[in-house]
């Protein structure tokens, strides 16, 4: 079966950087659309970044220029570069694989990885 699993979360003072991975298996990496999303307390959970299978990317608003998603075909993984972290980024993150199979979607979500922005 599909699974994701994330890591590269922690704690980081503002104007840092962290680098996220996720680490897919169970399906065939290089067909899938890829995102990832995050989630504060109290908040909905939000786009932060996507790449499709042909390397198209979209990012939030709030993280443009901040933000670089990238994916490694070959590792099956999927990353987002985090840079000039601000408070506001603190949520947890969470890795997204969008199937598209036979006119079938299918989403699978990791379990989420902590990223904390200090002042």
């Known amino acids: 079966q599909v699974q994701l699993v994330e890591s590269g979360g922690g704690l980081v003072q503002a104007g840092g950087s962290l680098k996220l991975s996720c680490a897919a298996s169970?399906?065939?990496?290089?067909?899938?659309?890829m995102g990832w999303y995050r989630q504060a307390p109290g908040k909905q959970r939000e786009l932060v970044a996507s790449?499709?299978?042909?390397?198209?990317?979209n990012y939030a608003d709030s993280v443009k220029g901040r933000f670089t998603i990238s994916r490694d075909n070959a590792k099956n993984t999927v990353y987002l570069q985090m840079n000039s972290l601000k408070p506001e980024d603190t949520a947890v993150y969470y890795c997204?694989?969008?199937?598209?199979?036979?006119?079938?979607?299918?989403?699978?979500w990791g379990q989420g990885t902590q990223v904390t922005v200090s002042t």
């Open positions: 997204n694989e969008d199937q598209l199979r036979g006119g079938v979607r299918r989403d699978y």
């Open positions: 169970g399906s065939i990496f290089r067909l899938n659309d």
């Open positions: 790449m499709t299978r042909g390397s198209s990317t």
